[in-house]
């Protein structure tokens, strides 16, 4: 059984730029979860989407979007990039009733 | 507002010894879960083990162990016969349990925990 699969794993992007970045779930995972990691901040929760609708919201500017298509598979997108968004972005799905989280590998950001 | 401690930044540890690593919580909710997860450097997180809130016994998985103290907030995590591949990044999160739908997890900032050989 295939994990959940991020991609691409690194990018490197200038500031003012914007990115995508995609998450894969696990087959039958229809809730998909995004968190940012930084030394200084740890991980944070950005969004989470279940059956292609924003179940839940962190403390994101707006900057920060994402959606999940009807093969629950997820992107998020940051505009207008800041060098603060430097972080590593892990993805994470879960069954509806299933509370264990499983983690992609991550996408590591820098911008420049 | 959840929040999540964890008051150890870094901790080593001989192999084939046991070390515990603290956690503590605050939350005015009832029903919630308790993880603890690790992130080597391949920066792949790990689920090493859960608790619900509701049960008293503590879980137990393998060589890891968890001591759940409700009332105190309190949940750390006991790594018995330490091995050099348990070399990692530790975090504690939390989840509230609203009825039948989760929220996020909640992390702590993390103990990264060395294991000698």
Known sequence: ?112 | AQTVTQSQPEMSVQEAETVTLSCTYDTSENNYYLFWYKQPPSRQMILVIRQEAYKQQNATENRFSVNFQKAAKSFSLKISDSQLGDTAMYFCAFMANYGGSQGNLIFGKGTKLSVKP
């Open chain 1, 1 to 112: 059984k295939a994990g959940v699969t991020q991609t691409p794993r690194y990018l490197i992007k200038t500031r003012g730029q914007q990115v995508t970045l995609s998450c894969s779930p696990i087959s039958g995972h229809r809730s998909v979860s995004w968190y940012q990691q930084t030394p200084g901040q740890g991980l944070q929760f950005l969004f989470e989407y279940f059956s292609e609708t924003q179940r839940n919201k962190g403390n994101f500017p707006g900057r920060f979007s994402g959606r999940q298509f009807s093969n629950s598979r997820s992107e998020m997108n940051v505009s207008t990039l800041e060098l603060g968004d430097s972080a590593l972005y892990l993805c994470a799905s879960r069954r509806n009733s299933n509370t264990e989280a499983f983690f992609g590998q991550g996408t590591r950001l820098t911008v420049v």
